[in-house]
């Protein structure tokens, strides 16, 4: 099984939705769950910073994880995006199938 769950933030549910849409168009992932209205606190360049953030929550095949962070590397407006994937050990195999079948077909170019 090579399903993955990859978890990203973006700075704006603007831009989730863009970088959900590249993703699913592009077959990078089978789904992206948006959750809007996340604050986060993190240190970035020597200051404690609070800020509203959307999540996305991808599905898609451990095989395509690399190709989707390089893609989201170009369109996203942060400078060091969070993307971050997460093995997946188990679940209902007809919705791992669905998530095997949405991200085939031919192998991104990026």
């Not at 769950?5 to 863009?18: D, H, I, N, Q, W």
């Not at 993190?42 to 095989?63: F, H, M, N, P």
């Not at 989707?68 to 679940?91: F, K, Q, W």
Request: overall charge negative; aromatic content about 6%.
């Amino acid at each position: 099984m090579s399903e993955t769950l990859v978890y990203m933030t973006a700075g704006s549910v603007e831009e989730a939705r863009a970088i959900g849409a590249s993703l699913v168009e592009r077959r990078l992932a089978a789904c992206v769950n948006i959750l809007p209205g996340m604050l986060s606190q993190y240190r970035w360049e020597g200051s404690v910073q609070t800020d509203e953030e959307a999540v996305l929550i991808a599905k898609t095949r451990s095989e395509l994880v690399e190709a989707m962070t390089g893609h989201v590397r170009e369109i996203h407006s942060y400078d060091c995006p969070c993307v971050v994937a997460l093995p997946i050990r188990g679940g209902n195999p007809e919705f791992l199938q669905w998530i095997a079948d949405e991200t085939a077909g031919p192998e991104p170019n990026e």
